[in-house]
């Protein structure tokens, strides 16, 4: 099965060097690019694609703002939301924070390796976060110690809310009382960035078995993808003991 995949960057040559990487791989292919996040999110509803890989600083509606209206606003006939890829050029930028709160499946650094940048893609396409543990973790951590408002909206954005804001629900380690001890272990290991297959291996599951565990916990926290579930479990303390 090809990977749909929408590019959206400002700069031309940025979005060509990307398209041309993706081309080359036989699984994934470019069905379109935008140049700013408003006609990101045209595009998008109108070609459906898999995958939306997404500048942050973009001019007018920037790529924070696009990812929160995009899967905000996604239209119910038209079958599941594209997964947000978040593009950046710092790796500790808080426009990069404000897109996860606002439902982005990962990010990855514009100097990352071509063949990192394809695998990222096919890692958020099924579903997955883009979470390496040697810089994601980091960005959490950096996140996690913002003030709440500013770490919600991130500067200038208007999306996303933060993990543990819904009316009513319960926050922090509170919120983790909701979850079995076996879906805490998943937890975990959800947010020291490991895939399913390597959860699958360290707690003799099966990957069926985890994948079904992580939507379970999904849906108990009420939160979007396993970036949310990796940034609750820091701001529960949940690596901490």
């Known amino acids: 099965m090809t990977i749909r995949v929408l590019l959206v960057d400002d700069q ?4 060509a060097a990307l398209r041309a990487v993706l081309d080359r791989r036989e699984d994934l292919t470019v069905v379109g690019e935008a140049a700013d996040g408003e006609r990101a999110v045209e595009a998008a509803v109108r070609l459906r ?15 924070v703002e696009a990812t929160g209206r995009l899967l905000a606003d996604w239209p119910d006939d038209a079958g599941p939301a594209p997964r947000v890829l978040v593009l ?19 990010f990855l650094l514009k100097n990352s390796p071509a063949e990192e940048f394809a695998q990222a ?13 040697s810089v994601t973790r980091r960005l959490i951590g950096v996140f996690t110690a913002l003030p709440a408002g500013r770490a ?6 208007g999306a996303g809310a933060a993990a ?13 009382d909701l979850l079995t ?6 937890l975990l290991l959800v947010a020291r960035g490991h895939s399913n297959q390597r959860i699958a291996t360290e707690l003799g599951l099966t990957q069926a078995n985890v994948k079904s565990r992580v939507n379970r916990i999904l849906v108990r926290l009420g939160l979007e993808n396993r970036v949310q579930a990796a940034i ?4 529960a303390g949940l690596l901490t003991g």
């Open 12 to 15: 031309d040559m940025v979005r």
């Open 49 to 63: 694609p898999d995958v939306v890989v997404m500048d942050v600083r973009m001019p007018g509606v920037n790529g």
């Open 88 to 106: 950046t050029t710092f790796d500790l930028d808080e426009y990069v924070h404000a897109a996860l709160r606002a439902g982005a499946s990962g």
């Open 121 to 133: 893609v096919r890692v958020v396409a099924a579903g997955e976060a883009m979470l390496a543990p």
């Open 152 to 157: 919600a909206a991130g500067p200038g954005a």
């Open 164 to 176: 543990g804001d819904g009316a009513g629900r319960p926050s922090g380690r509170g919120r983790l």
């Open 181 to 186: 001890e076996r879906e805490l272990d998943v």
């Open 232 to 235: 609750l479990a820091h701001e």
